[in-house]
């Protein structure tokens, strides 16, 4: 029987599975400073993520393993998000009455710091409207994935997890 029975249907995780198979960072420390958190539930062979990671806070004992991130260890710097190549993970921090999540962002056009943008759940469904704080864009070098951080109202931190961009 699959840990993940919905995701393998449906083809989205719900945080109800996904908190299922990985631990759900604490209040506390999602207040503290940003943590990063992994959406990849199956056991395929890859690792970046791992290799990245500067404080060995992401544990894989072997490259099929899912990955799995030791909140305390994490430092918030959010290589793991722009270097993976299934846009799996993500960084959220809990900020007031918002919470801010760092997400890769492959579209164009990139938006600009300040710009309010649709929110999308991960089935690609319109959940709302945000403010985008910082934009990290594709370093020409590396190839990296351009990373967005959006400030969402603080009861979708776990439903949001991308961004359309509109300009009328
Ligand atoms: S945000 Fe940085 S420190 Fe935290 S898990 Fe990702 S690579 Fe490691
Ligand atoms: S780099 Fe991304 S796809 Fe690969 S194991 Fe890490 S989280 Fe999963």
């Not at 083809?11 to 109800?16: L, R």
């Not at 009455?97 to 649709?118: F, M, N, Q, S, Y």
Request: aromatic share 6%.
């Amino acid at each position: 029987m699959s840990e993940i029975p919905n995701y393998l249907k449906y083809g989205y995780i719900t945080p109800e599975e996904l908190f299922s198979i990985i631990p759900k960072p604490s209040e506390k420390r999602l207040r503290e400073r940003p943590v990063a958190v992994p959406e990849c539930p199956q056991r395929i062979p890859c690792t970046p993520c791992k290799e990245v990671c500067p404080t060995n806070a992401i544990k894989m004992d072997n490259p099929n393993d899912i990955p799995i991130v030791d909140y305390e260890k994490c430092i918030g710097c959010s290589l793991c998000v722009q270097v993976c190549p299934g846009l799996a993970f993500f960084m959220i921090h809990y900020v007031g009455d918002k919470a801010r999540i760092t997400l890769p962002h492959e579209l164009l056009p990139l938006p600009e710091r300040g710009e309010e943008v649709i929110l999308l759940n991960r089935k690609g469904e319109e959940v709302g409207r945000g403010r985008v704080i910082t934009v990290v864009p594709r370093e020409k070098t590396k190839g990296d994935t351009p990373i967005v951080t959006v400030e969402v109202p603080l009861e979708l931190a776990w439903d949001v997890r991308a961004i359309k961009v509109v300009r009328e």
